[in-house]
C-alpha cells in the first residue's frame, strides 16, 4: 500500500477518505467502485489509472473546472452514502 496525499494506492485500486475529492473524482466521470469504513472514515474506491492523480493536482491546485450543480449533487450524494454506512451497525431499539 503507498499513500501519497489524501490518496491511497491499493492492489484493488485509488481510495480517499477526502469526501469533497471523492465527489471532484465523481464529478469528472471517475465512479465510485467500492467503499468502505475504518471507524467512523468511509473510505471510497477508485479504479486505479493514471488520471486520478492528474485530477488530484488540478483539484487542490484550483485549476479543475467541472460544473457547479454536478459537483455540489455529488457531494449530497456522496454524504448520504456515509451517513448511511455509518449508522448502518448502530442497532436499533425494538
Do not use: W
Not at 86 to 93: M, N
Amino acid at each position: 500500500m503507498s499513500i501519497h496525499g489524501d490518496l491511497i494506492q491499493t492492489d484493488e485500486g485509488t481510495k480517499t477518505c477526502d469526501l469533497y475529492l471523492a465527489a471532484f473524482f465523481v464529478s469528472v466521470d471517475c465512479p465510485v467502485v467500492k467503499t468502505s469504513r475504518d471507524g467512523k472514515k468511509v473510505y471510497f474506491l477508485f479504479d486505479r489509472n493514471e488520471i486520478i492523480e492528474q485530477l488530484k493536482v488540478s483539484y487542490f491546485t484550483r485549476q479543475a473546472k467541472v460544473d457547479a450543480l454536478t459537483y455540489a449533487d455529488n457531494i449530497k450524494s456522496l454524504k448520504s452514502l456515509c451517513a448511511s454506512i455509518i449508522h448502518q451497525d448502530i442497532p436499533r431499539a425494538p
